[in-house]
């Protein structure tokens, strides 16, 4: 919990009564719960701090855990079953904590072939990467799909997702990520800070930018009526108009609750077709080191979670 705005240090330990389910709801024993960029901003005084108020409030929207508990008319889980989920984005979900309660439709089970700490990271970034390559872009087979920062928190599910799907994908990143992306089933690395990709890759049916960094260079290199999603929040209206001018979708995504987007995460997790790279697993009493290590820009390009013993 957090009881004021600022750096990684307002984040405390404190004992508050658990949250019980009303009809529709189930409670969940926590896990494991992943760390985001949103869950730092928010912390902060940006994200989603618009939504949540003014502090008092808990951070963190990932949940893997156990349910302990269901509301009248919950017929998809019962007390014991393992589930994951994003609860309530970009309402308050409190997921730096021992309990949960959201709509049972907020989870799903947890996947067989994922660890406790694998499915805990998984949600946002996962829905994210689902809702933008499935629900947004509609990539299909054969389709060229470039993304920037492929080997991201996000990028290195949104290569995977695409590629399964029979995308011919080419993910910027550096040179030294370019095994690990090939891995994941990228047909091709650019190293962002020697490769100018405009000279390498045109008409392209999408293009994913993860950094908010290439949005007209990006316009560029896409066929008309290919789509441009740009991640980062706040889309330039001159890049809005841009598009539209050359007949080029233009868009945001802000991720949101998805059970359809969780199964269909499971399913590729289940055929071997996804998979999540963790960076590093801290207790939930060291939140705060753990928020420290995202913002510090040195951290490998995998997820940081937090265990809750």
């Keep these: 919990m957090q009881r004021q705005l600022g750096g990684p240090e307002v984040l405390r330990v404190e004992e508050v009564e658990a949250p019980e389910p009303i009809p529709t709801e189930v409670q969940v024993r926590v896990r494991a719960a992943g760390v985001n960029p949103v869950d730092c901003k928010t912390r902060q005084g940006k994200?989603?701090?618009?939504?949540?108020?003014?502090?008092?409030?808990?951070?963190?929207?990932d949940v893997c855990g156990e349910v302990t508990a269901v509301g009248g008319g919950v017929t998809r889980f019962a007390v014991g079953d393992e589930v994951f989920g994003m609860p309530w984005f970009p309402r308050q979900a409190g997921a730096y904590a021992e309990y949960v309660?959201?709509?049972?439709?907020?989870?799903?089970?947890k996947p067989h072939a994922f660890s406790v700490e694998e499915a805990g990271a998984l949600p946002l970034a996962g829905l994210t990467a689902w809702q933008i390559v499935v629900d947004t872009i509609r990539v299909q087979d054969g389709d060229d799909v470039l993304v920037h920062g492929g080997a991201g928190g996000v990028g290195h599910l949104a290569v995977q997702i695409a590629a399964a799907r029979g995308a011919n994908v080419i993910a910027t990143a550096r040179r030294e990520q370019a095994d690990l992306l090939d891995r994941l089933g990228a047909a091709r690395t650019l190293d962002y800070r020697?490769?100018?990709?405009?000279?390498e890759v045109a008409d392209l049916d999408s293009v994913i930018d993860f950094t908010g960094a290439y949005g007209e260079r990006s316009l560029a290199v896409l066929r008309p009526?290919?789509?441009?999603v740009s991640v980062p929040s706040g889309i330039d209206p001159a890049l809005l108009a841009l598009g539209a001018e050359q007949r080029k979708r233009v868009t945001g995504i802000l991720v949101e609750p998805d059970p359809v987007g969780l199964a269909g995460l499971c399913d590729l997790i289940e055929r071997g077709k996804l998979e999540i790279e963790i960076?590093?697993?801290?207790?939930?009493?060291?939140?705060?080191?753990?928020?420290?290590?995202?913002e510090s820009g040195g951290h490998g390009a995998g997820k940081i979670v937090l265990r809750v013993p």
């Design 225 to 228: 009526g290919g789509t441009l």
């Design 101 to 109: 309660t959201a709509p049972s439709r907020h989870f799903a089970g």
């Design 194 to 199: 020697d490769d100018d990709f405009d000279r």
């Design 47 to 61: 994200g989603m701090t618009a939504v949540l108020g003014a502090p008092p409030f808990t951070v963190g929207w």
């Design 279 to 294: 960076d590093r697993v801290f207790d939930l009493e060291d939140a705060a080191a753990a928020h420290r290590r995202a």
